[in-house]
């Protein structure tokens, strides 16, 4: 009886080592998932806040230098612009919807928002075909004209008027040598973070 009950609690020891060694490995892998996760999305903060505030130096950590070639005239046009630029992506929003870890790669789900800069662009186009009607007539000067155009396309962003539009793409997140890179459709990115940019790119082709 007493050899049995040995028996017993050698076995049930041996089980519950057996569970406990299953335990770590298992907490072990999702914990690695989860740090994984974790930088992955991290880095994902570091991008869309770099966009938003238009963050050069952090975005180019990010894209193909092979791809970006900065001339005088580009940087100057980027100098004039940027303050239009910050108008248009001052009510980006992003939210992770999900995020997986596949071999070295974490594939992130976003939800990204700004307002529709197809409404946008139409209501600022009739608004400058007014304007400049009054300056053919002599009623406003091309200063003033440009001044209240600037104005009008801050207002029409920051107008409730306007509406928010949402889009879903997906991005992956590849650790290189200790660095994150980020790979998406470039077409769906731009169109999410402007949307209606495909659109009135696609107008603006044609017209030529």
């Not at 075909?129 to 200063?143: I, K, P």
């Not at 650790?175 to 999410?192: F, H, I, P, R």
Request: charged share 30%.
């Amino acid at each position: 009886m007493e050899k049995k009950e040995k028996l017993n609690k050698k076995v049930i020891i041996s089980i519950i080592a057996v569970v406990l060694v299953i335990a770590i490995i298992c907490g072990g892998y999702f914990l690695r998932l989860h740090l994984i996760k974790s930088s992955a999305i991290k880095e994902v903060d570091k991008i869309f806040s770099a966009i938003k505030s238009g963050d050069e130096e952090t975005l180019k950590q990010y894209v193909n230098e092979e791809n970006s070639e900065d001339t005088d005239s580009e940087n100057k046009e980027d100098s004039e612009n940027k303050e239009m630029e910050k108008v248009m992506l001052s009510n980006l929003n992003y939210e992770v919807l999900s995020a997986d870890v596949k071999s070295k790669d974490c594939i992130v789900k976003l939800k990204i928002s700004n307002k529709n800069l197809k409404e946008v662009f139409s209501n600022y186009m009739q608004k400058a075909l007014s304007l400049a009607f009054s300056q053919a007539f002599g009623r406003v000067t091309e200063e003033k004209m440009n001044a209240q155009m600037k104005q009008y396309f801050q207002e029409q962003y920051n107008s409730d008027s306007v509406e928010t539009v949402s889009n879903e793409i997906t991005v992956t997140m590849t650790k290189k040598d200790g660095k994150w890179n980020m790979s998406t459709d470039e077409e769906q990115l731009v169109n999410a973070i402007l949307p209606g940019y495909k659109e009135i790119s696609n107008l603006a082709t044609t017209m030529q």
